[in-house]
Structure formats: C-alpha cells, structure tokens
C-alpha cells in the first residue's frame, strides 16, 4: 500500500469510526471536549503506527484501545489533578481491559452515538455553535473542511468549536439522553440542526455556488443515524422524509453552467427516485406513528405532492396550499405564510396569492429576507405588470449573499424591463 493509499485508508477509517470513538469516550469520561481530544491522540497515534504495521483488522477497535491508553498515560503522569481528571482516570482504567475490544465498541454504540448527538446539539449553545460542534464530532470534519463548508474563516470555526466544548464544560450539561417533557424541547434543538445543516447545502447562503451537496450528505447520513437511534419519533422521520426528497432534486437544480433552475422548470427524469421512494417511505413511517402532524412531516408532506407530480401540471397545487395552511397553525410563521402565497398563487391565481404577500410587506421577521421581493416579482410578472416586478427582482438581489442566486434575480429585471 502506498503513502497516499495508507493516509486515504486512515481518513476513511476516521469518517466511519470517529462519532462512535468519540461517543464511547464521552460516556465514560463525562467530557465531550476531553472524548475529543483522546480521539484525536488515537488517530496521531495510527498515523504514527499503521504506516509500519498496516491498518489493522478492527481500526475501531484499535482506536479505541489507544485512545484509553493515552488518557490513562497523560492522566497518570499529571501529578496535579483535579478531582473531576482523578474520576475520569478511574472510569478509563476500569474499562480499559475488556474480553473482547470489538464488542466494548458496539455495546451500547447506539445509545452512545444518541447521547452525544443531543450534547453536541444542546440548546445552551448558538445554533452555529452547535452545528459547527457536530459536523466536528459526528460528522468527523476538520475545521478548516467545516470552515470551507460555511463560506467561515478557519480562526472563526476553531473558536466556535473550543467555546461550545467550553461551555458544556462549564455548564456541567450531562452526557445523557434527556427524558420526560424535555425530551421534546431537546429533540427540536437536534432536528433544527441537522436541518440547519442540510439547508445550508440546499441553498447556500453565501459564496459562488448555488449548492454545496455535501453538507446535503452529510445531514442525510446524520438523519438516518437519529433515525435509526429514536424509532418511535415521528418527527425524526419526518425531517428524513423531507431531506431524502429534497435531495432527489439536486442534480436537477442548476444548469450547465451553474445557474439555478426553479422547480416547475426542472428536468423530472433527472431527480433520484430512490431517494424519493426512501423520502415516501420514511413519511409513511412518520405518518404510521399517528398523533398531531408536526412541521417536519407537514413539510415532507408538500414535497412528497411535488415529488409524486411526474409533470408540473400534474401538481396538487391545492393540497400544497391546504397542508401550508396546516402547517402555519402548527408553527405561526412570516415565511411559512410567504410559502403559503405562492402555493395559492398556483392553486387560485397569481392575484391571490399578492394579496397574501402584501399583507407581509411590513412583517418585521421577513426585512432583509430577499425571498419577499423575489416572490412579489414573480407575481406580479405572471399578472402582466413587468414595470412594477423589475425592482422587486432587484431589490431581492440586493439582498442575497449568493453570487448565482444574484446573477439569476438580476437577470429575471432585465427580463421584465425587456417586456415594458
């Protein structure tokens, strides 16, 4: 095996490895920042050895092993400990020789990984804060791959990620799964961050490219985890079903030469309809769980009538408009609203759907979004009325952070000032 071959090895070993390292290390030393930083002792420590012995059978597993090892070693040899430091030595080194390494691993993995999703997701910290801590240690980026991903500064991402460790130390937040009402509460502040994370590759918000994918990927990969971990949750599926068929779409939102392309003017045979039969499939589940539809799988819901349409034309435009409806008494909100005026726009005409949209023109949550003024041009272009949607595509574009979202608003003015 070559240099490269080896340290390609390594990394794909760190990717599919590293959240379990990190989740088992965390349940015994009660420290997320310091599961962290044995992990990463454990990987120096396979660049350092595999090299000459080869990856071995059960990298996990080896991992994990080297991991107690340094924590014990450096424990040891630090003669001024603190009691919190003295504790977590003894929780290493009495688990620090089991019968079978492999199986030390697996056991309780699962409850491991849910522990540290909801620690690395909690609400004591910013919603950047917690999305930049767990695409760290669940996802197994680096800083400067996270830093790359959010269009952010690698001194930026760093902090962020050294003060979140920071702060759950402070704030002593358990290693544990959350039980009872708070439960609910916790669970939202996870599913927001995952789908923080796979909105920011959706539509990126700043930065050249209309898309990032990866990040698409990596809050799919995270979804499915939670998925898998918190059965029982409709909501959890819910938001799977709603990325899988978003995602469906990707290859089929921009063109050529990376403009986007809006949804009714997309290719269909170019969706993936394995990603779409696995969104139904994850909404059927969600749905099959009963209770009160939540927003998760109210909004999996309208992209499974989009994903289901095989025409434009063929769309329950309707039904779209009803379940916004639904959604807006389910979670009141200014773009929720703006969503549901586009869909009746298509269900009843472009006329209705402006009245709803002028009655957000002084909504305080929407100033500055560029969504507003975008969606009133289009309307107002479909009414016949080009000398009034020109500004408003120009006002939307003044507005974004995107260089191809930009182009293409800019480009929708010169349009309508052609038609004048």
């Known amino acids: ?25 965390a349940r015994r030393t009660r420290d997320v920042g310091v599961a962290e930083d044995l992990a990463q002792d454990a990987l120096v420590a396979a660049m350092e050895q595999w090299p ?68 690395a997701c909690h609400p004591a910290l910013s919603a950047d804060a917690r999305a930049a801590l767990t695409l760290r240690l669940l996802g197994g980026l680096t800083t400067d791959e996270i830093a790359r991903a959010f269009l952010a500064p690698e001194p930026t991402i760093a902090q962020r990620i050294v003060r979140a460790k920071k702060t759950l130390a402070e704030k002593a937040v358990p290693f544990e799964v959350p039980r009872g009402d708070e439960l609910a509460t916790r669970l939202a ?55 899988e068929i978003q995602a469906s779409r990707l290859r089929a939102r921009t063109a050529a030469d990376g403009s986007p392309i809006l949804l009714l003017d997309q290719d269909r045979a170019r969706w993936d309809h394995l990603l779409i039969r696995r969104g139904l499939a994850a909404l059927a589940r969600a749905e099959a769980l009963g209770g009160p539809r939540g927003p998760y799988v109210l909004q999996a819901a309208i992209a499974a009538c989009h994903a289901r349409a095989r025409a434009p034309e063929a769309t329950d435009w309707p039904e779209i408009a009803r379940l916004y409806g639904e959604l807006a008494r389910a979670v009141p909100s200014a773009v929720v609203e703006l969503n549901r005026a586009m869909a009746v726009a298509m269900a009843e005409g472009p006329a209705a759907g402006l009245a709803i949209l002028d009655a957000l023109a002084d909504e305080p949550a929407l100033a500055g979004y560029p969504y507003l003024p975008s969606a009133r041009g289009d309307l107002l272009a479909k009414l016949g009325r080009p000398a009034e949607a020109a500004p408003m ?14 182009s293409w608003l800019l480009g929708r003015a010169r349009a309508c000032d052609d038609a004048r």
């Not at 240099?3 to 379990?20: F, G, P």
């Not at 996990?60 to 400990?81: C, K, P, S, T």
């Not at 974004?400 to 930009?406: D, G, L, S």
């Open 52 to 119: 000459r012995s080869g990856v071995p059978d059960r990298p996990g597993a080896w991992l994990l092993a080297a991991a107690r090892r340094r924590g014990i070693d450096a424990i040891r040899r630090d003669r001024v400990l603190d009691r919190k430091r003295r504790e977590i030595a003894d929780r290493l080194a009495a688990d620090s020789a089991p019968p079978d390494v492999d199986a030390a691993l697996d056991d309780e993995v699962g409850d491991d990984l849910l522990r540290l999703i909801f620690t």
């Open 393 to 406: 595509f120009r006002r939307a574009a003044e507005l974004t952070r995107n260089a191809r979202e930009r």
């Open 189 to 243: 502040s996870v599913l927001e961050v995952v789908y923080l994370v796979f909105n920011e590759g959706y539509a990126a918000t700043a930065g050249d490219d209309w898309m990032r994918p990866a990040l698409c990927e990596e809050a799919l990969r995270l979804g499915r985890i939670l998925a898998e971990l918190t059965p029982a949750e409709p909501e959890v599926h819910g938001l799977v079903a709603l990325m």
């Open 1 to 25: 095996m070559t240099t490269d071959q080896l340290h390609r090895a390594i990394e794909a070993v760190w990717r599919i490895e590293s959240a379990k390292l990190v989740a088992a290390l």
